[in-house]
C-alpha cells in the first residue's frame, strides 16, 4: 500500500520568503507527526496531530512556524519569513493513533534557505 | 520519557551478526523500546520493538535485560544495504500528561563492510 507522501522533495527560496510543506500521511492513520532534520543531527520534534487537533506544538522554533491538518488527512507545515537556520530536511510521520503505534515516516522535504 | 545511550559508531562485516546496545537505565514499567534506522537521504525506518519480552520478526532480534535497563538489536546476517544509523527510542504510552512523544537521540552510525 502507500506510504507516507510528502512535497515537495525539495524546495530551495531566498530568506524572508514563506514555505509550504505537505505531508500525505497513509489511509486511515489518525495520528501525524512532524520533525526536523539537520544536517548531521537527529530527528527534532515539531508537532504532533490527532485527528485535526494538535495536542502537542511544544516542538515549534518559533512563531513563524505553523501547521495544520484538514479533514483528518493531508497537513502543511509553513514557515514564515524563512531563516537560513531553517534549512534541514523536514519529514513527516503518521501511526494508526497515538497510543504506542508504530509511526511510519516520509521520505521528508529537503528545504534550503539562499 | 526515558533518555538512552547508544555508542556513535561501529563496523561490522557483510554476513556477521551486528549487536547494537542500547542503554535505558531509567526506562519505567510502561515504556516501550522502539528501533528504527535511517538510510542515508531517506526517512527513518521502523525495525522492531518490545517491551520486556525478546521479539523477533524479518528485519532483526531484540534483546531486553531482565532489569529493562539495555537492549540489544542483533541484525542476523548483516548486508552492505544495512549501513544506516540505527536509532534508539523509549516510548512511554498515552496518559493525561504525555501522548508517548518519540525523543530521537544521536544513534549509532552502522558501516557494514565487504
Redesign the interface.
Known amino acids: 500500500g502507500a506510504g507516507v507522501s510528502q512535497s515537495p522533495s525539495n524546495k530551495v527560496t531566498e530568506k524572508g520568503k514563506d514555505v509550504e510543506l505537505r505531508c500525505d500521511p497513509i489511509s486511515g492513520h489518525t495520528a501525524l507527526y512532524w520533525y526536523r532534520q539537520s544536517l548531521g543531527q537527529g530527528l527534532e520534534f515539531l508537532i504532533y496531530f490527532q485527528g485535526n487537533s494538535a495536542p502537542d506544538k511544544s516542538g515549534l522554533p518559533s512563531d513563524r512556524f505553523s501547521a495544520e491538518r484538514t479533514g483528518g488527512s493531508v497537513s502543511t507545515l509553513t514557515i514564515q519569513r524563512t531563516q537560513q537556520e531553517d534549512s534541514a530536511v523536514y519529514l513527516c510521520a503518521s501511526s494508526l493513533s497515538g497510543n504506542q503505534e508504530t509511526q511510519y515516516f516520509g521520505p521528508g522535504t529537503r528545504l534550503l534557505v539562499l | 520519557d526515558a533518555k538512552t545511550t547508544q555508542p556513535p559508531s561501529m563496523d561490522c562485516a557483510e554476513g556477521r551478526a551486528a549487536n547494537l546496545p542500547c542503554n535505558h537505565s531509567t526506562i519505567s514499567g510502561n515504556e516501550?523500546v522502539?528501533w528504527y534506522r535511517q538510510i542515508h537521504s531517506?526517512?527513518?525506518?521502523?525495525i522492531i520493538?518490545g517491551l520486556k519480552n525478546n521479539e523477533t520478526n524479518e528485519m532483526a532480534s531484540l534483546i531486553i535485560t531482565e532489569d529493562r535497563k539495555s537492549s540489544t538489536l542483533i541484525l542476523p546476517h548483516a548486508t552492505l544495504r544495512d549501513t544506516a544509523v540505527y536509532?534508539c527510542i523509549v516510548?512511554g504510552?498515552?496518559t493525561t500528561d504525555s501522548?508517548?512523544?518519540?525523543?530521537?537521540?544521536?544513534?549509532t552510525q552502522v558501516v557494514v563492510t565487504p
Open positions: 516501550y522502539y531517506q526517512g527513518p525506518q521502523y520493538h536509532y516510548r504510552i498515552m501522548w508517548g512523544k518519540f525523543q530521537f537521540g544521536a544513534g
